[in-house]
């Protein structure tokens, strides 16, 4: 309850979030102001509907007493999350956003005046730490909607560098370029808007960054793309990218891949070349809600790999942390020590609309969670009293000591 009033205040400051008297916000009626509610609005195209997500989780339906086979529920829906990935060419800046010029957060630049990059993030004075601080550095007023999907981007943006603090915007240089390998799970609605992860290549100047998308709604586009092999999508048959981009040279000329990965749910077993990921991150997990998050949380725990999450609400993320815990098979006093909840300060603007039963932030993207990181499994090892045989390798230490422990 006494995060409301900041929550609120937050989705005030944008002069199209109109509060209910409940206190969330109508998305609809926002991205109506604009022009861009429906089906065919670019990267705003949504199923529509209520649902939260595309597929149900088949712990929930359990628990409901209803039968989901396989695994999850199908949209009867036309149109589907990442139908525009059975185009052939990825949509410009102004036809994806289909916005007035001066609201948008271009990726390709020129010498417009709305349309000119933005300064390196280096030096930018404070850094890209919240809406704020976003729309400032990209030149915008906001009055622009873009906080309304450029949450997804930002908060892997934010599980990256603030949360699993795996690279940070000072970690490439022009003679030292950094690496990063990250996998996306659970991909639904971002799969309408893949251009706009490019924002990543934008704040972390000198990387090159290969972003790997997993997620059943993956394996519907790529049912369809079968037959038509011109498509974006059906360049995953040949492992290519579905999506290209490199920011320019005086924002450090970083670049991003972007892969669409057949596996529907990520497990150790079908990806080998886990242990070569930097970071696994998920948007809305609900990783109490379906089954297949088990085996990840495993691996992370197991194997090392930095794994973060947001969620849409506090009590379901400290619900999470319990769950995290018996895999850890630790304390809930400790977990809850090294694994703090926070606030995403790259939250969706708006709560979402629920039963007026629940007076409770509820935000896409609204909480961040790390399950594992190097700095917690290191600090976790330390403080269950494990020794450090030698300090010369953490990373093989890391590893050495996670075979002692007894995983769930």
Not at 54 to 72: A, I, S
Not at 248 to 254: K, L, N
């Amino acid at each position: 309850m006494a995060r409301i009033p900041m929550f609120r205040s937050i989705a005030e400051s944008f002069p199209w979030g109109r509060i209910e008297k409940d206190g969330s916000l109508n998305l609809e009626i926002a991205l109506g102001r604009f022009n861009v509610l429906g089906s065919a609005c670019g990267f705003w195209s949504t199923p529509g509907g209520t649902s939260l997500h595309q597929f149900d989780g088949d712990l929930d339906m359990e628990r409901l007493g209803g039968k989901v086979e396989p695994w999850f529920q199908e949209s009867t829906i036309d149109f589907f999350n990442g139908k525009g990935l059975l185009e052939s060419q990825i949509p410009g800046d102004e036809d994806g956003w289909k916005l007035p010029r001066d609201l948008i957060p271009y990726r390709n630049f020129s010498d417009r005046p709305y349309q000119r990059p933005p300064v390196i993030v280096t030096v930018f004075k404070g850094g890209v730490v919240d809406w704020d601080s976003w729309y400032k550095w990209r030149k915008l007023s906001k009055a622009s909607p873009a906080a309304l999907i450029m949450h997804f981007p930002l908060s892997v943006y934010q599980m990256l560098v603030h949360c699993l603090e795996v690279t940070s915007p000072t970690a490439g240089t022009e003679s030292a370029r950094k690496r990063l390998v990250v996998n996306l799970l659970g991909v639904e609605k971002e799969l309408n808007f893949i251009p706009l992860f490019s924002e990543l290549a934008l704040l972390l100047p000198y990387h090159d960054i290969v972003l790997v998308m997993f997620g059943p709604a993956i394996t519907q586009v790529l049912d369809k793309a079968h037959g038509n092999m011109s498509s974006l999508a059906a360049k995953t048959f040949t492992l290519r990218p579905v999506f290209e981009y490199c920011s320019p040279e005086e924002c450090g000329h970083s670049s991003i891949s972007i892969f669409l990965s057949d596996i529907p749910y990520w497990n150790k077993q079908d990806v080998p070349g886990f242990r070569t990921v930097d970071a696994i991150v998920v948007c809305n997990a609900g990783i109490l809600c379906y089954s297949q998050w088990n085996d990840v949380i495993l691996t992370s725990v197991k194997e090392g790999v930095p794994f973060a999450v947001t969620e849409y609400q506090e009590m379901n993320t400290e619900c999470q942390r319990e769950h995290v815990a018996q895999c850890y098979k630790d304390p809930l006093a400790l977990t809850c020590e090294l694994m703090p909840i926070e606030v995403n300060p790259f939250h969706r603007p708006g709560r979402n609309g629920n039963p007026s039963c629940f007076k409770t932030p509820n935000h896409s993207n609204g909480f961040t969670l790390v399950i594992n990181s190097n700095k917690l499994f290191l600090e976790w090892t330390r403080k269950m009293g494990y020794s450090q045989e030698t300090t010369d390798n953490l990373e093989a230490e890391m590893h050495s000591s996670m075979e002692k422990l007894e995983i769930k």
